[in-house]
């Protein structure tokens, strides 16, 4: 099993930025997935969900209406598109395969981790 995060990069405050995670090794089109940041000094925490077909998906407060989590099932990707970036939005960045999900609340139980891709925001 493998996921790859990249695109992580040095962005501008109120840039964009979209960022990958190419999966390996197991059945993606079957696995909710979703994106989870780590701060330095903080807590890993969830960023989006989505679920498997891409139909569905939600986002925790933290980067609400800033980001949108899509997917390509062909491709076995899912990408992060995140927006007007700030300072505080500085982390390494992970993709996420779902053991369980919800949509309402987002939540998120990881069974595989990517390895991250380090997203900065600084002018």
């Known amino acids: 099993v493998q996921l790859v995060e990249s695109g992580g990069d040095l962005v501008q405050p109120g840039g964009s930025l979209r960022i990958s995670c190419a999966a390996s090794?197991?059945?993606?089109?079957?696995?909710?997935m979703s994106w989870y940041r780590q701060a330095p000094g903080k807590e890993r925490e969830l960023v989006a969900v989505i679920v498997f077909t891409g139909a569905s998906a939600s986002y925790a407060d933290s980067m609400n209406g800033r980001v949108i989590i899509s997917r390509d099932n062909a491709k076995n990707t899912v990408y992060l598109q995140m927006n007007s970036l700030k300072p505080e939005d500085t982390a390494v960045y992970f993709c996420?395969?779902?053991?369980?999900?919800?949509?309402?609340?987002?939540?998120?139980?990881?069974?595989?981790w990517g390895q991250g891709t380090q997203v900065t925001v600084s002018s």
């Open positions: 996420a395969a779902c053991g369980e999900m919800s949509i309402n609340p987002p939540m998120c139980v990881p069974r595989y």
């Open positions: 090794g197991f059945t993606f089109s079957g696995y909710d």
